[in-house]
DNA sequence: GTGTTTTCGTAACGGTGTTGTAATACGCTG
DNA sequence: CAGCGTATTACAACACCGTTACGAAAACAC
């Protein structure tokens, strides 16, 4: 009927990989659709006509690295120990992050930064925590945490702070005198103790 | 000698007020140059004599949020109780941070993003939390917490975990069917806990 | 060979931060 | 009081951005 499409799945992959390699070593921003385009020898219109915009093509490369998130962390395998399993999930979330700056910024960034467009839509990156909901309900059933508090509860503090150790070193806010990789373990398994009698044992009560 | 000066003191603090209500509500993104001289009646040159960049304004931004952030947390009175100090700076923490997701950004942002003049000093934000420092300290002298660990290590942790949590909700990546708001303190009382009887007690000395 | 239709590259639009340049407005001098 | 010197400012140009309108290109139908 016309010309044949030039903007096709390959043209699309190849795009995604440049961006995808841009953003990994200089950051989101740092991602002009100009030079992509140049870079894969084709004009901005192919941006526009398979990824919709420059917050369209950012989401494609979302849904990459929460892939590869999720697989990273999937990867950790049960023991006979979930409290141990919870531990080591915490230590893979932060490799992930340290060797995947860019990526893991993409993740956690701002929703108004990003995706204007599928904003309705919940992000996955929740969906990646699941693993370790499942480790803290095992470790529940094994008498390792105490029953007080939802497993999703227990869950999220562990997400919270190894998420927040972690944007803390990302973001160039470590202390200067104290590195956060010689006590993160530490930091995670005072956490995971600290659960294991139920909450509010020692400090409880007195606010709230 | 020449014509007077009107980029004084008093245009420099107009453009900072001026500067900061529009990054208050709608991000630092939001700030044009151009936009920001015509409300404050001059022209962008104001902003390069005063300031000398955009990233230098931002940097002004970042000291001015940093005092309040300060202020704040060392509004927070020691009591008898070290390791309650410690939940109630985790708690106005957080406060700080709902109040004013804006500037909490900048205080957080990437290194990259911001400043790239000034980057060579030291981030002010470490200096915020000498107050939780402080409180550990107490608590360790008064038995709330082991002294297995350094107390900049254990208000690490805390910090860690305030941040954390307090960038996952303003982030929107906080889990659907769990609301932050409900298990912060519950989150913070079981890290104390956990540092109570030095760490590693239960499911330590596994790894690492 | 002409028409039609789909597709794509180019160029333009409005916007940004930044910088060069020319006009301004005063104090000093004659 | 006129005019110069000069510090200081405003304006316009620059290079770049994301986005979009539009005309050219290409393959099929007749």
Redesign the interface.
């Known amino acids: 009927m016309a010309r044949p499409k030039t903007h096709d799945e390959s043209l699309r992959l190849r795009l995604l990989h440049r961006a995808a390699a841009t953003v990994f070593d200089r ?1 989101a ?1 740092a991602l002009s659709l100009r030079q992509l385009a140049a870079d894969v020898k084709t004009s901005t219109t192919a941006v526009y006509s398979l990824f919709g915009s420059k917050a369209g093509l950012l989401s494609s490369l979302y849904q990459e690295a929460v892939r590869l998130f999720a697989e990273r962390l999937a990867a950790v395998r049960p023991t006979g ?1 979930p ?2 399993d919870v ?2 999930i915490g ?1 893979a979330y932060r490799e992930y992050a340290v060797a995947n700056p860019h990526l893991y ?1 993409i993740l ?6 990003q995706c204007p467009s599928d904003s309705g839509r ?2 996955e ?2 969906e990646t ?1 699941r693993p370790l909901v499942d480790a803290v309900r095992r470790g529940q059933r094994a008498g ?1 945490f105490g029953t007080a ?1 939802d497993p ?3 869950a ?2 562990v ?7 972690v ?2 070193v ?9 590195a ?1 990789a010689g ?1 993160y ?3 995670l ?9 139920g ?6 009560r ?3």
């Open positions: 950051g921003a120990d409290a141990d531990i080591r230590l910024a956690f960034a701002d929703r108004g930064v919940p992000r990156v929740v925590y390792q508090s999703e509860v227990i999220l503090s997400w919270g702070m190894a998420h927040g150790l944007s803390l990302l973001s160039g806010n470590e202390p200067p005198e104290l956060v006590c373990e530490r930091a398994r005072a956490l995971v103790t600290g659960w294991r009698g909450e509010g044992s020692a400090a409880g007195a606010a709230s």
